[in-house]
């Protein structure tokens, strides 16, 4: 494991650390990064989002390793020719995906990584603790601001003619200046967000788990949708509503239903026009939504399973031995869900 030395050092990256068999801290000129990562004479390096950092963006540009990949950290092409792959998945990518990437895509046939969490509610709260109305049906989008389309205001004011006692509710962004970007635009956009979005500071992991048990259904922005709040979601059975877009970064939550089943009983759009009014149709229907919680939180297990382990290290074994040829799996290649196990795969510990 390789990591900068100013990363945050809390529990994760404790329990992180303590997992790995190595690790190695970088620091300084970009140069000595270079060196340092190159004397480790790795066989693999695994990029899961090169373009969040100016230094991990310019470190991805040298080869370092025979075999160099990047994942759906950031959820699009690296267009970097020193990177050799993208791991994803078939249930998330579109037939022409091949087209989107510099690299050679690789598919997996479920999500390419599970994420379980183990963060147990250390109190309880009501709406009131929340700063949220007792009444009416709140709309949680808890996004990071950058993935709030323009075209995503006209669906949020529908929500809110569909719905005049419903709540919009947002997640304030880590730099006050993004949020504050945001409501420029709606002021010239969409003026009537401003007078209906309700904005809360950004919380403990534990306390959004609750926050999350208020929302009546959550809000995939299109085109750029969630991920690991996905996974956060299904935890606690929340809706999220979801219309699949043209790129995997807006298909995710749909593929995660199909990964679970629940692509008949979803509320998935069948059109951006149809987005609102889904939306609208399951917060007022107490009783699917009630249904759908029990049947995601039992179907939640299927995200969580070993065959994203045992399939990635089927990919990495494949292209190792390409690399040993002196080439690289074709791209759109898929990943044997029959390969014989090596044995490596660490179990959950």
């Known amino acids: 494991m390789i990591y900068p030395r100013q990363t945050k050092k809390d529990a994760l990256t404790k329990e992180i650390v303590g997992r790995a068999d190595h690790y190695v801290a970088i620091g300084g000129p970009l140069q000595q ?69 510099s690299e050679h895509l690789v598919l997996a046939s479920c999500l390419p990584c599970p994420i379980a969490f183990y963060v147990a509610p250390s109190e309880r709260k009501s709406r009131s603790d929340f700063g949220l109305p007792e009444k009416g049906r709140i709309y949680l989008c808890s ?49 009537e967000l401003n007078e209906r979005v309700i904005w809360l500071p950004r919380k403990r992991s534990d306390l959004f788990f609750e926050l999350l048990n208020h929302a009546d259904v959550l809000l995939d922005p299109i085109h750029f949708g969630s991920g690991t709040t996905f996974y956060e979601a299904m935890l606690h059975g929340v809706p999220i509503i979801t219309w699949p877009g043209r790129f995997m970064r807006a298909r995710i939550v749909a593929g995660g239903y199909r990964q679970m089943g629940l692509s008949d009983e979803a509320p998935i759009a069948t059109s951006l026009d149809a987005y609102a009014a889904t939306a609208v149709a399951w917060a007022k229907d107490k009783e699917r939504c009630q249904a759908f919680r029990l049947r995601a939180k039992e179907a939640n297990k299927l995200l969580l399973g070993a065959e994203a382990a045992r399939q990635f290290e089927t990919f990495l074994l494949a292209a190792l031995e390409a690399a040993a040829r002196g080439e690289r799996l074709p791209s759109g290649w898929r990943v044997p869900t029959d390969a014989a196990p090596t044995g490596l795969t660490l179990e959950a510990r």
């Open 143 to 191: 996004q990071s601001l950058f993935k709030i389309h323009p075209e995503f205001d006209a669906v949020l004011r529908e929500i809110c003619r569909l719905d005049p006692e419903g709540h919009l509710v947002f997640i304030e962004a880590k730099i006050k200046a993004q949020t504050e970007r945001l409501r420029e635009r709606w002021s010239r956009s969409a003026p």
């Open 33 to 101: 990064q270079f060196a340092d990562i190159a004397a480790l004479e790795l066989d693999v390096l695994f990029y899961p989002n090169s373009q969040e950092s100016d230094k991990t963006y310019f470190l991805a540009y040298g080869r370092l390793a025979p075999v160099q990949f990047a994942f759906w950290g950031i959820a699009e092409t690296t267009g970097i020719d020193t990177i050799d792959y993208y791991y994803s998945s078939i249930l998330i990518e579109p037939e022409e995906a091949v087209a989107y990437y």
